[in-house]
């Protein structure tokens, strides 16, 4: 089942047109004739799409105008159409006006900002030529940006457009203030100034700090521009320990002088001083005993899980190396299986101080210089006119609701998704540099569809589940709640079929149960909110609802994100629901397998589709039983997508 039905229909109408433009020989063929429409048939199907969707103008005009018209010409009319409305119709702000403002200054130069931010559009709609620039002596610039430092913008625009007897604008007089305030600052850098040493009643500390202060300062050359880091000197472990061991006995200046000779080349005094104080915590360390060497010590946080680290390195470099598919769900149970098996109480959950993240499994893998490439997909955008498509769909919904009296566990929502059998991503990973990043996952078939359906009342209703295969044979061997519908297509999608089953099996039981519990007549009416993916808008199914006492409301095409409860946020929290489980799962075969003695590099775990099935199933129950106690959340996404709001006045 495709995310976006309207998207799948395209690029599928656009496969079969480039493999119909082929002979028998491979050879493409001449182009075809093609249709001329009259500009008015043209906007009329252009006005249409826009107000109805491409799908439902494609097949209306093919029947009218008695020839197929594809869905790729409707789509180039209605954008044709939307641009020609918003020409004919540019939106522009109401500005305030500056003799009523407080601040008559500063409301000028906003009004002046926002309307040179504004397209620049003639009589026809159609956006103007950049306009004419004035160019001005460095001189001038200088002199209108010294001006503007001690008088301020405004009154430089004032007196320069009188003066060069032309329009100045203020934020090109900005402009000039902060390129002069640059250059003064490259020109006369500031500089601390500093004591005397030989003043001081501390020389030695004096020295120091002066050099603290001096080093601290920005490094600029001749042109006051920043030099590049300074090369910087490698000391072996044995003369960092003798250097610190000097500096402990006579002092960090004296230190500073002798190794500079002895070295043959200049050592700061903070550089001693570093080496002085590793050597007192190395001497502290080893309970006093004589520092014959001070190694470097690995700069940043230590590691998360310690000497465990490596083992989980060890374990994704081995699956990746025998194919196997890496992912961030699957790193975090790996080390939480890991970790489980050497000391579990170092858990979060176990009342330990460690907690395995998504955000951890990342820092591990850039450690081991993999990089993440994400599988690129078309952004969805929102249509042009997304506010009056918005409008017009919480109204049909409030007539809908007001007309049929339609109490809130009778407003149903429903939409479909499709859920992997092992989570994965659109992520791959890859060895920083490689060129070639085959992203597997996105081709998982390894999954079936689920169909949620939610009430404004906050209940979740039973599932409707298909897996792949064309008998029963393919469905796990489990005791799924008898509400369920679990069937089965040929590629796990949506069908009219499937659709019909649904509302036998699942919609209709529960609207028939609703009116029994509340006391209500036969006759009383519900509603479903559904998007316009194709196999909901089969008309054996619709007659099923309408027949049912069921009225039917459409989201809009590509506006989901936004007007699809579901999509807002129950969707979403049943898939982190999913891994988690799958991420608890998998932790305990990598921990079992550690406690039976099997090498870390060695462990796989058996991710086949006969061994996961029934797991999926019992954590699909799982997930559902969570899900059913969460009301409030699913009352929220009808308060997201505006429809709560929209029938808060409605008196039933």
Not at 151 to 175: D, F, P, Q
Request: net charge positive.
């Amino acid at each position: 089942m495709s995310v976006n039905p309207d998207e799948t229909v395209r690029a599928n109408e656009e496969v079969s047109r480039v493999l119909s433009e082929l002979n028998s020989r491979g050879v493409k063929r001449k182009r075809g004739q093609y249709e001329n429409y009259s500009a008015e048939i043209r906007v009329e199907i252009g006005k249409f799409a826009a107000e109805n969707g491409t799908t439902k103008a494609v097949r209306q005009f093919s029947v009218s105008l008695g020839r197929k018209i594809n869905e790729s010409t409707v789509r180039s009319m209605k954008t044709a159409y939307l641009k020609q409305q918003q020409k004919s119709n540019p939106v522009k702000p109401s500005l305030p006006d500056p003799k009523t403002s407080v601040n008559t200054d500063e409301t000028v130069r906003m009004n002046e900002e926002v309307t040179r931010k504004l397209p620049k559009l003639n009589s026809r709609g159609i956006r103007r030529k950049r306009g004419h620039y004035e160019n001005y002596s460095a001189k001038i610039r200088a002199e209108i940006g010294k001006f503007a430092i001690e008088n301020g913008n405004i009154k430089a625009v004032r007196r320069y457009s009188t003066s060069l007897g032309r329009k100045i604008s203020e934020s090109t007089v900005r402009s000039m203030k902060t390129a002069y305030l640059k250059q003064q600052q490259k020109s006369n850098p500031v500089k601390p100034s500093l004591p005397d040493p030989k003043t001081s009643v501390n020389t030695d500390e004096t020295v120091r700090m002066n050099e603290e202060v001096t080093r601290k300062l920005p490094k600029l050359n001749s042109r006051g521009i920043r030099r590049k880091r300074g090369h910087y000197e490698n000391y072996s472990a044995k003369i960092r320990a003798e250097i610190g061991k000097f500096a402990i006995e006579n002092g960090n200046i004296k230190a500073v002088r002798r190794y500079s000779t002895s070295l043959g080349r200049k050592i700061s005094e903070s550089t001693v001083r570093s080496m002085k104080l590793a050597y007192l915590k190395q001497r502290q360390k080893s309970n006093l005993e004589p520092v014959t060497a001070l190694p470097h010590v690995k700069r940043g946080r230590p590691l998360l899980l310690g000497a465990l680290d490596d083992r989980i390195q060890s374990y994704v470099n081995s699956v990746r190396d025998s194919g196997g598919i890496i992912n961030k769900n699957i790193i975090v149970a790996a080390a939480r299986g890991i970790v489980m098996q050497n000391n579990r109480g170092l858990l979060k959950e176990f009342g330990g101080p460690i907690e395995i993240t998504s955000a951890w499994s990342e820092s591990l893998l850039r450690r081991m210089g993999f990089i993440k490439r994400k599988g690129t997909k078309e952004a969805r955008k929102l249509p042009i006119n997304f506010k009056k498509v918005k409008t017009e769909f919480l109204q049909r919904i409030t007539e809908v609701i007001a007309t049929e009296a339609i109490p809130p566990e009778l407003v149903i929502n429903f939409d479909q998704s499709g859920v992997h059998i092992v989570p994965v991503s659109s992520w791959t990973l890859a060895r920083q540099g490689e060129s070639q990043v085959p992203i597997i996952e996105l081709e998982d078939k390894r999954k079936i569809t689920a169909l949620f359906s939610i009430t404004m009342s906050g209940d979740l209703l039973p599932l409707h589940l298909l897996y792949t295969g064309k008998t029963d044979k393919c469905h796990p061997n489990f005791n799924f709640p008898e509400e369920w519908d679990v069937y089965h297509s040929p590629n796990h999608c949506s069908n009219e079929h499937t659709m019909c089953r649904f509302a036998d099996n699942v919609l209709i039981p529960y609207v028939k149960k609703i009116r029994e519990s509340l006391q209500l007549p036969n006759e009383q009416r519900a509603m479903v909110i559904f998007d316009v993916f194709f196999a909901h808008q089969s008309e054996r199914f619709l007659t099923k609802l309408h027949d049912a006492g069921i009225s039917t409301v459409f989201v809009p095409a590509n506006c989901t994100s936004e007007l699809q409860p579901l999509n807002l946020t129950f969707n979403g929290r049943f898939k982190e629901l999913m891994k988690e489980e799958f991420n608890k799962w998998y932790a305990a075969q990598v921990s079992h397998a550690l406690d039976h003695g099997e090498d870390i590099q060695g462990i796989k775990v058996d991710l086949k589709l006969s061994t996961m099935k029934l797991l999926h199933a019992n954590w699909l129950l799982t997930v559902y039983n969570k899900l059913r106690n969460e009301r409030e959340a699913i009352v929220d996404d009808f308060v997201k997508s505006s429809i709560k709001s929209a029938i808060a006045n409605i008196q039933l």
